[in-house]
Nanobody
């Protein structure tokens, strides 16, 4: 059974930084493409960033490009989201997700999800 556990959320002032972590267990981590999503109150869940199984390819939502960095450590079976220059509009529950990698042949289909971690950015 695949399990994803996020950590690192919290309360931060605008302009500050946080690093989220997501530990994966239950299956070979390097076989997954990994993503981060977020859901703000009253809004639908939205894509934030994705990283390929090897870490060589990343994509970001326009709203976070240049401020957030997704990375992974396959030895630690963990994916990270470094968030800098945070804005109040970044306030949301952040979820990590895992997709069986298609090795670049198609966009990942995320089938495993964590429980989420709250990020609150005060103005």
């Amino acid at each position: 059974q695949v399990q994803l556990v996020e950590s690192g959320g919290g309360l931060v002032q605008a302009g500050g930084s946080l690093r989220l972590s997501c530990k994966v267990s239950g299956r070979t981590f390097s076989s997954f493409d990994m993503g981060w999503f977020r859901q703000a109150p009253g809004k639908e869940r939205e894509f934030v960033a994705v990283i390929s199984w090897s870490g060589n390819t990343t994509y970001y939502a326009d709203s976070v490009k240049g401020r957030f960095t997704i990375s992974r450590d396959n030895a630690k079976e963990t994916v990270y989201l470094q968030m800098n220059s945070l804005k109040p509009e970044d306030t949301a529950v952040y979820y990590c997700a895992a997709a069986k990698s298609t090795y670049g042949s198609s966009w990942p289909v995320f089938e495993y999800w964590g429980q989420g971690t709250q990020v609150t950015v005060s103005s």
